[in-house]
């Protein structure tokens, strides 16, 4: 069973901060790697979906990276804004691309 | 901008009764997702649909969970009976296809069992 791991579980950071957290995978039979964003009172949001080793993702101040050989995947915050308080989960699809298997998430606390 | 749309928002139910959710995935989108959530733990795929067939029901409870998606757009899960343990987050997903897609999701029925 393909295991995803996230680290923190739990985040609080000034706003006007950078922060960044880990999603954890294993390195074999790797296939994509997902990160959405989940806001309180509304639907999980897609931010990037990764497939490339060293590969390098950007919207607005979020940015991802990505290292298959290690297994592992950065999530960055530049400048955090109260916005940005939300559970931030990573997910893979490992071998057979059948479905995804979601980490149990970095819940982001922005403090004003 | 489309979006996937779920009902009921909330429920409350005591165990032992039945209990329906509905989904309505994006227009275009051949697969669904039905996720469970519980408090502290990412979501966990409990059914996926390729079109009206599914493709992956291992972690369902097959003893008292149902799902179907009749004409391969909008889809039903039931549960039946209710027990304490599945009070939970329940999530709808959609997208274009299986793995490298982007999956987009409803804003899902909190279930609480009474």
Same mark, same amino acid.
């Given at each position: ?41 509304? #639907?999980?949001?897609? $931010? ?5 080793? /060293?590969?390098? %993702? ?7 990276? =990505? ?17 940005? #308080?939300?559970?931030? $989960? ?5 071998? /057979?691309?059948? %479905? ?7 819940? =982001?606390?922005?403090?004003? | ?114």
């Amino acid at each position: 069973i393909l295991n995803v791991e996230q680290s923190p579980q739990s985040l609080h950071v000034q706003e006007g901060d950078s922060t960044n957290f880990t999603c954890s995978f294993p390195s074999s039979n790797f296939y994509a790697l997902h990160w959405y964003r989940w806001e309180t009172a509304k #639907s999980p949001e897609a $931010l990037f979906v990764m497939t490339l080793n /060293g590969d390098e %993702k950007k919207k607005g101040r979020i940015s991802a990276t =990505l290292n298959t050989k290690e297994g592992y995947s950065y999530l960055y915050i530049k400048g955090s804004q109260p916005e940005d #308080s939300a559970t931030y $989960l990573c997910a893979s699809p490992g071998q /057979g691309a059948q %479905k995804l298997v979601f980490g149990q998430g970095t819940r =982001l606390t922005i403090n004003p | 901008e489309a979006e996937v749309a779920q009902s009921p928002r909330y429920k409350i139910t005591e165990k032992s009764q039945a209990v329906a959710f509905w989904c309505d995935p994006i227009s275009g989108h051949a697969t669904l997702y039905w996720y469970r959530q519980i408090l502290g733990q990412g979501p966990e795929l409990l059914v996926q649909f390729q079109d009206e067939s599914v493709v992956d029901d291992s972690q369902l409870p097959k003893d008292r969970f149902s799902a179907e998606r009749l004409k391969g757009v909008d889809s039903t899960l039931k549960i039946q009976p209710a027990e304490l343990g599945d009070s939970a987050m329940y999530l709808c997903a959609s997208s274009l296809g299986r793995g490298l897609y982007e999956q987009y999701f409803g804003p899902g029925t909190r279930l609480t069992v009474t």
